[in-house]
């Protein structure tokens, strides 16, 4: 049922560092105009330069910016009224899970009554299809490894259950407007950068893996901390699926290219089906940084699975997404070359 042609897509969270990445290959792979909506909390305008500069080199759709927060619904109900859009992704969220233990209403006010007020926005000004970012966190400690998009969702933290508290609204939204439909992306452990380095995870404070790796590489922090090395794992460390961020972001142009096609609602996992212990990801950074930094190991933090694995069959089977750089130590090196990037630039 190719009932739909995309012309004019909202993207909120688009400074971020998932939803530029997936701007920068829409610029570059579409020819969609596209609106983005940040209040610039965890993103960055120089994020937004870069994405424009991209956009006047590409000769493909256009791009414009809102400086706006979805916490404000007369603001966000105006950029509705006066743009026309036929598709939304929404990346803006909070994303910390310990934060979210500690803050759970900041959780649930941003990420889920914001996407409910977005959502309903979508039903009031006939915006159709909906990509909305969901995250592995939905399966808490999941049942089954590798996880299916079938698992029983059981969150351990206010962030997934804020997550998982979305994807529920969005079906609900769904079963009584015909003319809405979505598909959800779970993210499984996402990690790098632009292969050309001109965009990367630019927010200093994260707390993921792979990116305080690179900062210890680049003398940012003094030692890497490893949380728990007693799991019942190979080497005693949490296996993740790491992601790169190029692969994920073209999972987000197939899932838009089947909205397009197709008047369903699906859900997916993105991750590669296999994954690395802590140890191994440490290694792979030393490795190709050729640098040897103190790693320490520390009591386990709350709230981590030991071990998380994306099946993936379902969104290889069903967009005929295809990883290209299921490569760890190419991981590490993106992330890495936009650590020494920011320094070299001040970024
Ligand atoms: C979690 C969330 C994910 C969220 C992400 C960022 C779950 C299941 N997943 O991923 O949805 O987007 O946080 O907030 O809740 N580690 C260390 N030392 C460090 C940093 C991490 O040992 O300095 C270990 C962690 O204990 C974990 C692994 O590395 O075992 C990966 O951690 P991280 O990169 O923070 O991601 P997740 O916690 O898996």
Redesign the pocket.
Known sequence: MGDYNFMHILVTGGAGYIGSHVIKQLLEYTNYDITIIDNLSTGYQRTIDTLKQIASSSSNGTLQFYHADLADFKGIEKIFLSNHFDAVIHFAAS???PESVENPLKYYMNNTVNTTNLIHLCNQYNVGKFLFSS???V??EPSETPVKETTPTNP??P??MSKLMSERILQDASEVNPNFSFVILR?F???GADIKNRIGQSFPN????????AQTVIGQREK?????DDYDTYDG??I?DYIHIEDLASAHISALHYLEANHVNNIFNCGYGHGFS?RE?VETMKDVSETDFTIEVVP??A???AL?IADNMKIKNTLNWEPKFDNLKLICTTALNWEKEMILHEI
């Not at 994260?206 to 790796?213: D, E, N, P």
């Not at 890497?224 to 728990?228: M, N, W």
Request: hydrophobic share 45%; glycine share 10%.
């Open positions: 994303i910390v899970v995250t592995a966190a399966y808490g351990i933290n962030y997934g993210y452990n996402v990690a994260a707390t993921h893996l792979i990116k305080v790796s890497l901390s490893i949380f728990g460390t949490c993740r802590v990801v386990r933090r709230g981590d699975p998380l």
